[in-house]
């Protein structure tokens, strides 16, 4: 990362980007905000900015450019974590020193809203975290701050700020596995109430401090079971019927599609079907070139050619890539995060959306394991699609 002594952009390059930006929009919605830096404290410099950088930036680029081009500002992100708060608390002392900067001012009551990034779906959270004067986050801050540079009301200057959640869902909750859409949808709309109580939605629409938030993400590039559409935008996951819900126990939280299960699919090479003892169904292993064995499920009545979302139900105890195929064409060679544990290690199977293409109208041939993959594929339970 180049320092300031050598930048890449000068301030009149920001300015032109952000009011090109403004002047092109064309779907009527105003640009009226620009947001901060994103998660500065997950990783150490010099991947993440410090405080002292993100400060010199902000008043040499990024506070100018907002002025210029007349958009309020969003603060850099934080959460109530040690590490969030820390940050944002420096950051903040750092702006607060030069406020009285002849040539790059910093000022901080230019900032008018607070970017939340939490990945937790408790009703207790929220409430315990963000909710009031005594949350987490307020009194870490406070904290922090003291009385620095001889501000007696940092209190009230935090307290006047409404937070913005701008990415959030219940993926980062646990990691063995990381919650499936179907176990978002649970937990957003009340129906793991011992555990999340309503749900964090429900809580957030009632906190007067909190004043918009975001699922992440409706749709990306990036596999992860977080995505409220699938990729043809025509269906909601169970995540997406969570979100226009919140709170709501009458949602179906199940996976779209009929499931075909591996015992109803045509094995191929040395593809093997296992009783998997932690989860009490049939799966099959030894899929992929490396191992030589196919797995082909044959889906029937699809609608239309085209291209189809695919629920895949599988289980890995490290990141596996899967190569799969529709009906003898093009392989696609997808990555499967961990699920935690193998069968025999008390294993949890997790659920991924994947998006094939290649459909034709009435029966199609699925396969995992095709093509020259030479790597372990995770073991598959069933699969289904979204039609």
Not at 13 to 31: W, Y
Not at 58 to 67: E, F, G, H, M
Not at 174 to 184: I, M
Not at 344 to 358: A, D, H, N, R, Y
Request: with cysteine.
């Amino acid at each position: 990362m180049k320092k300031w002594g050598s930048p890449l952009c000068t301030i009149e390059d920001v300015i032109d980007v952000l009011q090109d930006a403004k002047d092109m929009r064309s779907n009527g919605v105003e640009i009226k905000r620009l947001m901060g830096f994103n998660e500065m404290y997950n990783n150490p410099p010099p991947i993440d900015l410090t405080p002292q950088e993100a400060a010199l930036y902000w008043r040499r680029l990024v506070q100018p450019a907002a002025i210029a081009t007349e958009l309020e500002l969003v603060s850099p992100t934080l959460n109530a974590m040690t590490e969030g708060v820390t940050w944002f608390a420096d950051f903040l002392k750092e702006c607060y020193a030069e406020r009285n900067n002849s040539q790059h001012p910093c000022d901080i009551e230019l900032i008018k809203m607070f970017a939340i990034h939490q990945y937790n779906c408790r009703e207790s959270t929220w409430n315990d975290w963000y909710g009031g004067d005594n949350s987490d986050m307020i009194t870490g801050l406070i904290a922090n701050l003291g009385n620095f540079g001889g501000k007696n009301d940092w209190l009230e200057y935090i307290v006047d700020r409404k937070l913005w959640v701008t990415e959030t869902n219940c993926y980062w909750e646990e990691v063995d596995p990381h919650p499936d859409s179907k176990e978002q949808c649970l937990r957003i709309t009340g129906q793991m109430e011992a555990t999340h109580g309503r749900g964090s939605l429900v809580k957030m629409e009632e906190m007067e401090n909190i004043e918009r938030y975001s699922m992440w993400t409706t749709w990306n590039k990036q596999i992860k079971p977080n995505y409220l559409v699938d990729k043809s935008g025509k269906h909601l996951t169970p995540l997406g019927r969570a979100y226009l819900n919140p709170g709501d126990k009458s949602v179906d939280c199940e996976f779209s599609g009929t499931r075909i299960y591996v015992d109803d699919a045509a094995l191929g090479g040395n593809a093997e079907l296992f009783d998997c003892k932690s989860t009490g169904t049939k799966m099959v292993k030894y899929l992929g070139s490396k191992d030589s064995g196919t797995v082909t499920f044959t889906v029937v009545d699809v609608p239309s050619d085209g291209d189809y979302s695919v629920n895949v139900a599988y289980l890995a105890a490290t990141t596996r890539t899967a190569a799969v195929s529709v009906n003898g064409g093009a392989v696609k060679n997808f990555t499967f995060a961990s699920s935690g544990k193998w069968c025999g290690e008390g294993g949890k199977s997790t659920v991924l959306p994947i998006e094939l293409q290649g459909f034709v109208a009435g029966t199609n041939f699925i396969t995992f394991g095709t093509g020259t993959l030479n790597e372990k594929h995770p073991v598959i339970e069933w699969m289904s699609v979204v039609m």
